[in-house]
């Protein structure tokens, strides 16, 4: 058990959480990477009170976040991830931190059953914030989806649906993989232009099809022999995941199979931690979603008409998968 100095850390982590958030929504690392500046003059140029503002940027330096020398503050190196401009911008990945916020403040009250699960989702995203959070989301898993991609054996599929591929983050490290495969990636029509230039510049275009659509909505493009759900069943009740598989099913051709990553539960729903702390996340973010055990997962994909369901990966990064097969 950790002892007390330990939980008192943790709870107050949300205080060091929310000043890195608040210099994010004030896109404050952008605008020091751009022109270097004291608090004061900062404070005067964008309108805000410059005692608070001084506060906020010295915690920044303590947190190794900004340099300062006199009264001027710089990015440092790790400050400058957080910058707009870094080709590998965390920004948009803090920016949606802020977003979850809200929603996280009231936890007693849906655990009192005072407010519903999912009780205020967040505004939906613009066109730009849309564009900058899925590009974030590439940087982020990037490097997962390219282990993964070397830990499956995919030898004897020949074409891969992507269901809610984003920017192809997960098409791309496969179609690598496996240089026989071909891919149809199937997502909202203003992700697929954002799946579009990805693939354009890996040099992959002619290799996927890209397919706009509402996996909750429409049918699936068929024929493909391999599919993949990833990171999508969190987002939802097992009910709404029985017919997600279920339309995935039809889509395979006969012997084909479904991959499912997410994270995966023990029976206990203690491990990974991560995946207990993210069924928090769609507790308060989502009217039905959840993490789930593989005993769930399976017995969903065999209520969609799977068999062979198997636990082919094991992680604590939502890196898990679950495989399973459509009858010949």
């Not at 026989?180 to 510049?201: T, W």
């Not at 055990?293 to 636990?311: I, M, P, S, Y």
Request: with cysteine.
């Amino acid at each position: 058990m950790e002892d007390k100095s330990d939980i008192m850390a943790v709870a107050r982590a949300f205080m060091r959480s929310r000043i890195i958030l608040t210099a994010a929504e004030l896109d404050l690392f952008t605008i020091i990477q751009d022109s270097p500046s004291s608090a004061e003059k900062m404070a005067e140029k964008l309108g805000l009170d410059p005692r608070a503002l001084a506060r906020v940027m010295e915690c920044l330096a303590t947190f190794g976040l900004l340099n300062k020398d006199t009264n001027e503050y710089s990015l440092t190196d790790q400050g400058a991830l957080l910058s707009s401009k870094h080709p590998a911008s965390s920004l948009p990945m803090l920016l949606h931190m802020s977003r979850l916020w809200v929603n996280w403040s009231d936890l007693t009250g849906i655990v009192q059953k005072k407010i519903g699960s999912g009780h205020s989702p967040s505004m939906p995203l613009d066109r730009d914030s849309r564009q900058v959070f899925i590009g974030a989301m590439h940087v982020v898993g990037r490097t997962l989806s390219e282990d993964i991609a070397v830990d499956l054996d995919l030898s004897g599929y020949r074409k891969l649906l992507d269901i809610g591929g984003g920017s192809g983050t997960y098409t791309i490290a496969l179609l690598r993989r496996n240089p026989e495969m071909k891919a149809i990636l199937f997502d909202l029509k203003e992700v697929i232009e954002m799946a579009r230039e990805r693939l354009s510049s890996e040099g992959l275009l002619d290799r996927a099809e890209l397919i706009a659509g509402d996996f909750y909505a429409d049918e699936l493009p068929g024929g493909s022999e391999l599919a993949l759900l990833s990171a999508i069943i969190h987002q939802n009740s097992r009910e709404q995941n029985v017919e997600l598989f279920k339309k995935t099913f039809r889509a395979l051709v006969p012997g084909g199979a479904i991959l499912v990553r997410d994270h995966i539960m023990n029976e206990q729903r203690t491990w990974p931690p991560e995946g207990a702390m993210f069924a928090i996340n769609m507790l308060v973010n989502t009217a039905g979603g959840d993490t789930y055990t593989f005993l769930e997962v399976e017995q969903d994909l065999r209520n969609a008409g799977f068999k062979h369901v198997k636990l082919v990966r094991s992680g604590e990064k939502m890196d898990s998968i679950v495989k399973a097969e459509k009858p010949k």
